[in-house]
């Protein structure tokens, strides 16, 4: 391909820029000379194009749709998820309220009881459930340091609950009425009848050698009878639901298996039961040196 001389580029560079002026103004002119022909020649040039520009926005509009419902489903996607972070949040704080309100209405319960003759008592909060086929008993988070002793009574503000069978500095594990090795004299309120409450790990303990010319029956409510030194007369216990081969069973007044607090009460009895020997003292039985006796013989 010929290109031109350099003479000739440099007259089209200085002729050009006039010439499309030139142009430019004899456009205008005619276009207000003559406006009918240059209407005429816009409106048929729209038609022409116009089924040219339906057929290529019609894939445009597609692409814009899609590019639409793309935003659309990723701003759901992320809307779920902040909603499911809510959610979780507010579940697990609906779950913090729900226990927050149960211990505020036990606590409040609790606040009503007032044991008569107690010497003193102490509220304490059950921090484990040693319950399961062999046992029915369960640690708080109170002892000695709180004044509490083996044998004082566990209540709430329906009923007897057990006793305390073992006490540490910090913490003391309750035997549940309802525990194998659970004894408890008993007596139908109302009457002189007595019996003995004993626990077999089930839901219902038994009456056992009840005293009375009549049968116990059915609907019969038991109370603690006083007998024995251990608890004082007249605690509720529950009541009698069923009589299984001339056998009463007692369904508990407090509802063990759903305990979060309770009274450990002192009735100023449980000062009357053996005590555990302590260490010291088992060594010294045995002929062995307590450690102590040995730090201060040294």
Do not use: C
């Amino acid at each position: 391909m010929l290109r031109p001389s350099a003479p000739l580029r440099a007259t089209i560079q200085r002729t050009a820029p006039p010439f499309l002026v030139l142009l430019a103004v004899a456009i205008i002119l005619l276009g207000k000379a003559d406006e009918t022909m240059f209407a005429t020649f816009r409106t048929t040039l729209t038609d022409d194009s116009a089924p040219v520009l339906e057929v290529l926005s019609r894939p445009l509009g597609a692409a814009a749709a899609v590019v639409e419902r793309v935003r659309g489903a990723v701003s759901m996607y992320r809307d779920n998820l902040r909603l499911e972070r809510d959610n979780e949040r507010l579940l697990k704080w609906q779950q913090v309220a729900l226990n927050l309100a149960a211990d505020n209405r036990e606590l409040r319960r609790l606040l009503k009881v007032v044991p008569h003759d107690a010497v003193s008592y102490v509220t304490a909060r059950i921090i484990a459930d040693s319950g399961g086929g062999f046992a029915r008993s369960v640690l708080v988070n109170a002892g000695a340091e709180q004044g509490l002793a083996r044998g004082q009574a566990a209540i709430t503000g329906a009923g007897l609950v057990g006793r305390l069978t073992e006490v540490g500095e910090r913490a003391a594990r309750i035997l549940l009425i309802t525990d194998l090795n659970s004894r408890i004299p008993v007596a139908v309120a109302g009457t002189e009848a007595k019996a003995v409450l004993a626990g077999d790990n089930s839901e219902r303990p038994r009456l056992l050698y009840p005293d009375q010319p009549q049968p116990i029956k059915i609907g019969d409510r038991i109370v603690t009878s006083g007998e024995g030194g251990v608890f004082p007369p007249d605690l509720p216990v529950g009541v009698v639901t069923a009589i299984e081969h001339g056998m009463p069973r007692v369904e508990p007044y407090v509802e063990l298996s759903q305990l979060g607090y309770v009274l450990v009460v002192d009735y100023g009895l449980s000062r009357g039961l053996p005590q555990p020997v302590p260490v010291a003292a088992r060594h010294r039985r045995r002929g062995t040196p307590a450690i102590a006796d040995e730090a201060s013989v040294r």
